[in-house]
Nanobody, 123 residues
């Protein structure tokens, strides 16, 4: 089992950057694929990025490709989401998620979720 805690959200102007962190408990973090999702008010939870357990493969939603970068440090039990060139439409609550085994790009593919961190991008 793994517990996830996100941090790093906040208010930023359009064009700015933020780095989200997701700290995981447990000694088997390196065996989990990790994902970032986001949810704006009134909308469904949306895939943002995912990374395999080794960090060797990453996947991105088309809307963030080239602007966001997912990475992980298994020694620190932490996954990151570097967000550059932020836009107002990136405003949402961002969640990290863990899945033991295969990577997934849909919420149903993840069994563990953090509480979320708010990102607000002003125009």
């Amino acid at each position: 089992q793994v517990q996830l805690v996100e941090s790093g959200g906040g208010l930023v102007q359009a064009g700015g950057s933020l780095r989200l962190s997701c700290a995981a408990s447990g000694r088997t973090f390196s065996s989990y694929a990790m994902g970032w999702f986001r949810q704006a008010p009134g909308e469904e939870r949306q895939f943002v990025a995912a990374i395999t357990w080794s960090g060797g493969n990453t996947y991105y939603a088309d809307s963030v490709k080239g602007r966001f970068t997912i990475s992980r440090d298994n020694a620190k039990n932490t996954v990151y989401l570097q967000m550059n060139s932020l836009r107002p439409e990136d405003t949402a609550v961002y969640y990290c998620a863990a899945n033991r085994g295969f990577i997934a790009t849909t919420p149903i593919g993840y069994g563990y979720w953090g509480q979320g961190t708010q990102v607000t991008v002003s125009s």
